[in-house]
């Protein structure tokens, strides 16, 4: 196998999708237990496992798209869509790296694995069918971002709030609401290279968005004080917390009016305020966890 070839299969792969596996860690994270060596090397390595299967969906995905990725401006310049390498090329690998992240996660527990296979089935369900189906579609997507969160969780045995579930829920809604938001602005009429978006107006996703943020906001702010509470903390740090949090989802929102968004890890790559507002975040939380 060339050398090319294998640029073109990592470039496949979706190396920058990864950044949604850094949900994994939230769990661990919140409860403060990341400076445990044995906590934090299962919370990586159930970390890897996402990166293997989600980007073996991906292979998946795009071998079920392949022709319509073909008629799409941006879609067609894809590894498989473009034809740097063979459908039977991608489906071996894509089929290698879901079993080799698998394996990885089971041996954490059947019910780490569990979850990371009810991901890899939730996806491989969306890449086959439900992402034609709207507002299926949406949900779809939210709950694999809420399995890493509850991967994190199981892998380092942190009990996770009702709070923290629903707070994780509605903004993974957000994310994808306003990734479809995007999309549908970018597309305009010429939107057959996603059936779903047949289906959606702006009016009705900017709906769905108004809810989701305060939905996520609300979840939030009750969660940061029911920690407070629990943790017994004396210093504010989770109340103000919540500052940089509705600071980014406002930030957020706006970059969605501007007409960005399609593509939430670039936007989140490339905003120096959001990840500003995301240093902070992390600052001021960590202060709550291990200081208050």
């Excluded at 090319?4 to 850094?22: C, F, G, M, S």
Aim: charged share 15%; glycine share 10%.
């Amino acid at each position: 196998m060339s050398g090319a070839i294998v640029r073109e299969l990592v470039r496949e792969a979706r190396p920058k999708q990864w950044a949604k596996n850094v949900l994994v860690l939230a769990a661990p994270g919140a409860a403060g237990v990341l400076d445990n060596g044995s906590s934090l090397l299962r919370t990586l390595a159930v970390f890897g496992a996402f990166c293997l299967v989600s980007s073996g969906t991906y292979f998946w995905n795009d071998i079920h798209d392949v022709e319509a990725d073909r008629q799409h401006p941006v879609k067609s310049q894809r590894p498989l869509a473009s034809g740097a390498f063979s459908v039977r090329t991608a489906s071996v690998v894509g089929t290698v790296l879901i079993a080799v992240g698998l394996a990885a996660a089971f041996v954490f527990g059947w019910r780490v694995g569990l979850v990371v296979a009810g991901y890899v089935a939730l996806t491989t369900t969306y890449s086959v069918a439900l992402k034609h189906v709207a507002v299926l579609d949406l949900i779809a997507v939210a709950g694999g971002f809420v399995m890493r969160a509850i991967a994190g969780a199981m892998v380092t045995g942190v009990p996770m709030s009702t709070w923290f579930v629903l707070c994780t829920s509605f903004g993974s809604l957000f994310i994808v609401t306003g990734k479809r938001f995007a999309e549908l602005r970018e597309m305009g009429d010429s939107n057959a290279t996603r059936a779903s978006l047949e289906d959606y107006t702006l009016n009705f996703l900017q709906t769905v968005l108004s809810v989701s943020i305060g939905a996520t906001l609300v979840t939030y702010c009750i969660w940061a004080f029911d920690v407070r509470e629990v943790s017994g903390s004396t210093w504010p740090f989770y109340e103000l917390s919540i500052v940089p949090m509705l600071t980014a989802l406002l930030r957020y929102t706006l970059v969605l009016e501007q007409g960005h968004g399609a593509a939430p890890e670039e936007i989140f790559a490339a905003d120096r305020w959001l990840q500003v507002m995301g240093i902070v975040w992390v600052v001021v939380f960590g202060l709550g966890v291990y200081v208050g």
